[in-house]
């Protein structure tokens, strides 16, 4: 091979890596860049070396200096966590995000394309994920709830700002970012529908569903944020707390 199609192979395999590394903030495969690049895996290998050697070429020669570091795009989201939960969801701007996450502001409108692909990805990095599909249910009514319950309670306390923050800028939610739904939310819809396919199995009176789901992440918010974060009381232990809340929600105080 003559060095001019070598070298036309490389600019061939970094045009295409380039693209992928933009698209995939660096997590693309082998496999992929060949795809994209139109080669086969053994011809990058022999004219240009793996992966990292890749990268290591874009950093130098295309200023892609963060595409080797996988925790770039999490150290971004940590940095616009906390100018969010100081200034609110709309008041920092893209530069002060990157200067808080210590990169240029290019880099944060590469991994997230604007204001708003931030915040999606921020939102989706930040909500608690709830066990509520039927692989994960055992179909018996007190354990599926509490496990649900024990769920959301340990996702406030591990993220007790990013909840007030939620609350208290709700008005920002509406007006900014409605195809965005804060977690307590989407949490509320999740209770709602695993309480209505409980009282349509017959396990739970028929009721409003929706005034049930609020009821019981009413108690979910006491235990797991107004009582740590406005009492000033110790947090809770999750699945001691859990398994009070549903029997006090199944079961109430009333005797039989």
Known sequence: MSSQSKSETEKQV????????????????????AAKAGLSRATIYRQIGGKQAILKRLATEHGLDDLHQPDVP????????????????????MEQIAAEADVGVATVYRHFG??????????????????????????????DLAQLVESMIQFILENQD?????????????????DLRPFQERSLNRVANFLQSQMASGQLHPIDPQQAAIALVGMILSFGLIMPSYYNLPNPEPHETAVFITNLFLNGLKKP
């Open 14 to 33: 970094l045009q295409a890596a380039r693209q992928l590394a933009e698209e995939t903030a660096a997590s693309f495969t082998m496999d992929q860049l």
């Open 114 to 143: 604007d204001k708003t692909g931030l915040l999606r990805r921020f939102m989706q990095a930040f909500h608690p994920r709830l066990p509520v599909e039927q692989e994960e249910m055992s179909g018996v009514l007190d354990t």
């Open 74 to 93: 999490s150290r971004i989201l940590q940095a616009a966590r906390k100018l969010f939960g100081q200034q609110g969801l709309m008041a920092p701007t």
């Open 162 to 178: 990013m909840v007030r923050l939620s609350f208290g800028n709700a008005q920002e939610w509406r007006e900014y970012l409605m």
